[in-house]
Structures are given as structure tokens and as C-alpha cells.
């Protein structure tokens, strides 16, 4: 589906110095074509609309995640950080044979961290002694990883991830199932992960994808309020513009807004998710 043309203006101005912590660019195909690999060609989302939407929805800065349908060619991302400037930082997807030249030009631009895509419909999954390479590549560099996975999956990859000696973000809340609630398997292991070592972070995004009722995603709030409750200095949020893969509907990225300054219903709550724990992972050096 495609992005929404017109989001609405949230109703309350964001904090500034916000940090949109998960969104992509893809393309445009024309001069940044998609992998040959990806199982999804999304709709070209340049960065010139993602720099616009976010002036809209008054965000200041953000971390552009490499999704799977660019697949290691991470070009059309470090443009997008050269144009942003320091304004936005970058995650990348890459393969074992990854250079520390390689490394050092991506960090150079702006890049401060690696995906490991888990989620097997997206043609994620490599053995295990691939991602332990790339680790151990990364690790001189100060970057963290993040983790994407089917809920299903969060047990078998535990011990894994335990082993894991850089943090480790954890995408969309762990893809829980919200309508079984706080007492599902899936979230106390996502829940006992997060209070078993400090090393683990989670991102309260995609409401839109985790929602059987649809917006204004009333229904995922209990998940999202114990995430913030057990470890607000370990939380991070983001729109996941331009929302590929959406089969539902087409969120609406200022309801999205509005929705993280109900859930964050404080000043402080507010300055940690947007402002104080993303400025902790991609600014500090």
C-alpha cells in the first residue's frame, strides 16, 4: 500500500530535538534500484518526503533503519544521512565479509548500528555463526544491533541473544500478540529479557501492525504501558514511515504522534523516549 498523502498535524507540538527512531527511505528504484532478493517492492519513499514529513509532524531528528528490500546495498541510506546531515543517524544491514574500511566510511556518514532480520516471511535467517561474525566486527566501533523477529521466535533465539556482548534494540515490541495481553508467553519472555540485563532495549512503534482494532491502536496500550513502566530509559519510538508491507490500512503518521504524547502523558516520560534515550545510542560517541 502506499504511504498516507496527507498525514494529519498532530495536536500537540512534539518536544524539540524529537528523534523518530525507526524509519526508512526506499529508492527512488530509478537511481537506488531494490535487491534482487527482497520478497516486497515497495512504493519509492525518497528522502526528500521522508526530510518533509517530518517538518510536518514537527520531529527534529531521526534513525533510518535499512530494510529488507534494499537488501546490503545501504546507499540509498547513507545518502539520506549525508543530506540529513547530524540530524539523522542510520542502521545498516550487511553481510560477514563486511569490510572495517567498509565500517569506517558508514560510520563516518553516520551509522551506528546493524539489523539482523529474524522474521523468515521477509526472508530473514542465517545461521547463527554469520550474525556472530558481523558481531564481533562491529563491536570496535561502539555500534548496537537491532533485532527483528517473529514473536513465535523469541525462545529459541533467547539464548542468542543473552550472548550478545553489544546492546540490542528490539523492534516493534517484540511483534507481540496484543490481544492476548501481559499474561501471553510471547511477552513475559520479551518482558523477562528486558529486566534480565541492561543490555536490551525495545522500540514502542508499529501499533499499527500490532492493533486488531485499529486507530487509535487503543488496544495495544496495555503492552506499550508496562514497556514504559518496567524500563523507561531503555525505550525508543518511531513512525515506521513509510509502513511497508501494511495490509490493513494506511496509518496516518500525525495519529501516530498524537498517539506516543497520550501514552507519554508527562514532561519527563516525554524528554526520556524522544529526546534522552536515542540521543544515549546514535549521538553519543
Known amino acids: 500500500m502506499p504511504f498516507h498523502p496527507e498525514p494529519k498535524k498532530p495536536d500537540q507540538p512534539l518536544p524539540p530535538d524529537t528523534c523518530d527512531s525507526h524509519c526508512h527511505v526506499f529508492g527512488p528504484a530509478a537511481i537506488f534500484p ?98 556472530r561474525r558481523i558481531l564481533a566486527k562491529i563491536k570496535s566501533f561502539g555500534w548496537h544491533l537491532i533485532v527483528y523477529f517473529d514473536a513465535e521466535d523469541l525462545e529459541e533465539l533467547t539464548p542468542f541473544l543473552e550472548s550478545i556482548e553489544v546492546p540490542v534494540v528490539v523492534d516493534h515490541m517484540g511483534v507481540v500478540p496484543v490481544e492476548q495481553g501481559l499474561d501471553s508467553t510471547a511477552f513475559k519472555l520479551l518482558h523477562r529479557l528486558l529486566l534480565g540485563d541492561e543490555k536490551f532495549w525495545v522500540k514502542i512503534s508499529c501499533p499499527e501492525r500490532l492493533s486488531k482494532t485499529g486507530p487509535p491502536y487503543l488496544d495495544v496500550d496495555p503492552i506499550t504501558l508496562k514497556l514504559l513502566e518496567s524500563v523507561p530509559d531503555r525505550v525508543l519510538w518511531g513512525t515506521d514511515w513509510p509502513h511497508p508491507n501494511m495490509k490493513t490500512h494506511i496509518p496516518d503518521d500525525g495519529q501516530l504522534v498524537d498517539r506516543i504524547m497520550r501514552i507519554c502523558d508527562t514532561s519527563a516520560l516525554r524528554q526520556k523516549v524522544l529526546i534522552d534515550n536515542p540521543t544515549r545510542l546514535y549521538w553519543t560517541d
Do not use: W
Open 34 to 131: 531494490f535487491a534482487a532478493s527482497s520478497t516486497y517492492v515497495p512504493v519509492d519513499a525518497p528522502q526528500e518526503t521522508l526530510f518533509q514529513r517530518h517538518r510536518h509532524l514537527g520531529i527534529d531528528r531521526a534513525v533510518i533503519v535499512q530494510a529488507s528490500c534494499h537488501g546490503t546495498d545501504n546507499a540509498a541510506m547513507m545518502d539520506a544521512l549525508k543530506a540529513g546531515e547530524n540530524r539523522y543517524r542510520g542502521v545498516a544491514v550487511v553481510a560477514d565479509d563486511i569490510t572495517d574500511h567498509q565500517l569506517a566510511d558508514m560510520h563516518a556518514v553516520g551509522v551506528r548500528g546493524v539489523r539482523f532480520n529474524f522474521v523468515k516471511r521477509l526472508g530473514g535467517g542465517k545461521p547463527l555463526d554469520v550474525y
